[in-house]
């Protein structure tokens, strides 16, 4: 089945066979819940549906709380790839590390204001410096002691963070500062940058999950609103940005939906799969 040009909207010769989607931002209302309507429609699609996101594995737990059954789920933006039928992370990709150390020296040395945070143990544990925010109370997030405890063992995802600079602007420098060593997205309104190792994004845990079942590309739908989603929708063969989507998700998406305080993904998959 041939890829769908970008602009163009599904059509009734369309067969998708899954369904791929973001969760903060695109699935979740502001509230951070799910509404009635996303509830019944992810139910009711005939395909299967994954979850594509860069939250850690304890961050799933409040959205699985709302959903009758558990969504599949590529977790940290592609790093680690979970099943919470048999609780099992099937795929693990993090940064080494070697590679730890050298990015993060590399980011002291050229950014500038910043504070580090590092996702460990697949997502289940969280380590950060002490002038990291710090919001909630949680046993799985300890304050490091010293500054070596952050590169000490490998991570699925290394966060940097400014007080101060705008968040485009900021994404940019850490990224040229990276220059290609590893991979720089964000999905936050703030100017927080999300390191994962070179190559893993959300396009390729997507992709790698897709080959188990032989689904390729043109047959997936995807949604999403930031610009860690950017590469799972340009590898898709349908990407709909949310109606509150940032203008670079926009660019690159074949169509729109309404925000994710609209039921945009429920609506959108209601009027693909007539439900």
Not at 244 to 253: C, D, G, I, S, T
Request: aromatic share 6%.
């Amino acid at each position: 089945m041939a890829e769908l040009p970008r602009g163009r909207k599904p059509d009734e010769n369309q067969r998708f066979r899954l369904v791929a989607t973001d969760i903060d931002g695109t699935l979740i209302n502001s509230e951070r819940l799910l509404s009635r309507r996303t509830i019944d429609t992810l139910a009711a699609v005939p395909v299967p549906v994954v979850l594509v996101t860069g939250r850690p594995l304890r961050w799933l737990e409040q959205l699985y709380d709302q959903l009758p059954a558990p969504l599949p789920a590529v977790c940290l933006n592609g790093a680690v790839i979970y099943d919470p039928h048999t609780d099992q992370v099937l795929r693990t990709e993090p940064l080494s590390t070697e590679l730890l150390i050298d990015v993060v020296a590399r980011l002291r040395d050229e950014v500038p204001d910043i504070s580090l945070a590092v996702e460990i143990d697949d997502g289940r544990a969280f380590r950060h410096e002490a002038t990291w925010p710090r919001l909630w109370v949680d046993h799985r997030v300890e304050v490091i002691s010293a500054p070596e405890e952050l590169t000490s063992v490998p991570a699925v995802k290394l966060l940097v963070r400014s007080a101060t600079a705008d968040p485009d602007d900021f994404l940019e420098l850490v990224s040229k500062t990276l220059g290609g060593v590893a991979e720089a997205t964000r999905s936050s309104s703030s100017a927080l940058v999300e390191i994962s190792a070179a190559g893993v994004t959300k396009a390729a845990g997507l992709a790698w999950f897709c080959e188990r079942d032989g689904i390729v590309a043109s047959e997936v739908i995807a949604f999403g609103d930031m610009p860690n989603d950017i590469p799972m929708l340009t590898w898709a063969g349908h990407a709909v940005a949310m109606g509150n989507a940032h203008e670079a998700v926009r660019a690159v998406a074949d169509d729109t939906t309404s925000g994710n305080d609209d039921d945009g993904v429920a609506a959108y998959l209601q009027k693909t799969f007539n439900l």
